[in-house]
């Protein structure tokens, strides 16, 4: 018998790809152990006839011969087919192990036969690559729900973790029938009133990570009633609030908790810190769930994770540029338009005696230039006070007050001395850096 199986709590991702997987393996059963999201169960309330799901425990898994496993192939996700494992150890031969995966390898890792694993966004697009190399047949339906695997693990392509090869694999689906406008109702049913309810409380209770540039907000919940879908509401706050990385810590009523990470900096690998506490996870998305301890004690080791895995954000002092071309306030403002144009800057500070007193850019000289004012010095129409920072400043504190004071250059001055200057450029070539 062949089994096709994933990790408990399937997502759309997980059956998408159990679906697509029994296109490349005509006859094999699917599996589930553990259970489905809550919005995957309310796709199968409406589909269960057409893509057909076994419970693992209602399988006689003594006859598997070959197990695919896909969207997961960590032995600590797999208990459901503990007894196929252990049987593949004892007698190699009577069972064949295949695996589908894009996860980061772990050190719990299945032994395979065969492995398919590839960084993209969504396994399903290993697998929709799979059936597109051979030409496969599928209709609207298998198309749609293929599609809802892509959209639901690379955030609809908008995750950093969205590969090239995802968004191909989307237009292949669509242009094979996939229906678009079905996917939100699938993928992000309304909240309910308990999901509601919990999501004000975790955005009321967030606290920060103290001494850490980055902004990673925890907040730590004790739930009388479970909602069914902790992941989802941890998503919603998560994009409600300004920070760059949010863990949630649930106690739920069964003295279990479950923490749930979410991160859009590259400086906070989620998976990482969740690896502290025995979960796992992506960069931007993973959980752990933690059996014995108080929620202090949880936040407490969070703390301690996020202090161990997590890099230090970038300062001003690494996207800065120095040394700074400097000019006088008794430069004439011809030739400093000459000299900006030929140094390629927007502008630049002004010092007087080593101290910087003002800033001027090419658009005050456009502006001067147009009120017939162009024959005088920089004096004239430079802008001071000057707002300045500092070069240990984190990056996102030095965009915020860019955006605050809507000015394209921050000079970065160590005591009195200019050591730098941040630009508007500086950050985008920051940001767009391979
Ligand atoms: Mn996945």
Redesign the pocket.
């Known amino acids: 018998m062949k089994l096709i199986t994933t990790h408990e709590t399937a997502?759309f991702?997980?059956l998408a790809?159990c679906v697509a997987l029994r296109k490349l393996y005509p006859g094999a059963e699917i599996g589930i152990g553990g259970g489905v999201a809550p919005n995957v169960h309310q796709y199968l309330a409406l589909h269960g006839n057409r893509f057909r799901t076994e419970r693992c425990r209602d399988v006689d898994l003594s006859d598997v011969d070959l197990l695919i496993v896909t969207?997961?192939r960590r032995r600590s996700r797999l208990h459901h087919i503990e007894e196929v494992l252990e049987r593949a150890t004892r007698t190699p031969r009577s069972v064949r192990i295949v695996v589908w995966?894009?996860?980061p390898s772990a050190p719990d890792d299945l032994q395979s036969d065969e492995e398919h694993v590839q960084p993209v966004?969504?396994?399903?697009t290993l697998v929709v690559e799979e059936l597109a190399a051979r030409s496969a047949d599928i209709d609207r339906e298998e198309a749609t729900l293929f599609s809802l695997?892509i959209h639901?693990?690379t955030g609809s392509l908008a995750y950093s973790r969205t590969s090239s090869r995802d968004a191909t694999a989307l237009a292949w689906l669509l242009g094979h029938g996939a229906r678009p406008g079905l996917l939100q109702r699938f993928l992000r049913p309304p909240l309910d009133v308990v999901e509601r309810s919990l999501l004000i409380s975790i955005v009321d209770g967030i606290e920060e990570v103290p001494a850490f540039g980055t902004r990673i907000g925890v907040s730590a919940q004790e739930i009388e009633e479970a909602p069914a879908e902790l992941a989802r509401v941890t998503t919603e706050a998560f994009r409600m609030i300004p920070h760059d990385a949010l863990f949630c810590v649930y106690r739920l009523p069964n003295g279990k908790m479950h923490i749930i990470g979410r991160s859009q900096s590259d400086a906070v690998t989620v998976g990482g810190v969740l690896g502290e506490l025995g979960g796992g996870g992506?960069s931007g998305a993973g959980s752990a769930v933690v059996r014995e301890g108080s929620l202090a004690d949880v936040v407490t080791r969070l703390h301690t994770a996020i202090e161990k895995t997590c890099r230090h954000p970038e300062v001003v002092r690494d996207l800065m540029s120095s040394p700074v071309r400097t000019v006088t306030p008794r430069m004439p403002l011809r030739e400093l338009a000459h000299s900006l144009h030929e140094w390629g800057h927007a502008g630049a500070p002004v010092m007087e005696a080593g101290k910087l007193v003002g800033m001027i850019s090419r658009r005050d000289i456009e502006r001067a230039k147009r009120d017939g004012r162009d024959s005088l010095t920089v004096a004239s129409c430079m802008a001071h006070p000057v707002h300045t920072i500092a070069p240990d400043t984190p990056l996102s504190e030095a965009l915020k007050q860019m955006k605050a004071h809507n000015i394209g250059r921050l000079p970065v001055l160590e005591g009195a001395r200019i050591v730098g200057i941040l630009s508007r450029e500086d950050v985008l070539a920051y940001l767009y850096e391979e």
Request: zero cysteines; glycine letters at 12%; charged letters at 35%.
């Open positions: 997502d991702d997980a790809s969207d997961v995966d894009h996860h966004g969504a396994v399903t695997g639901e693990d992506h």
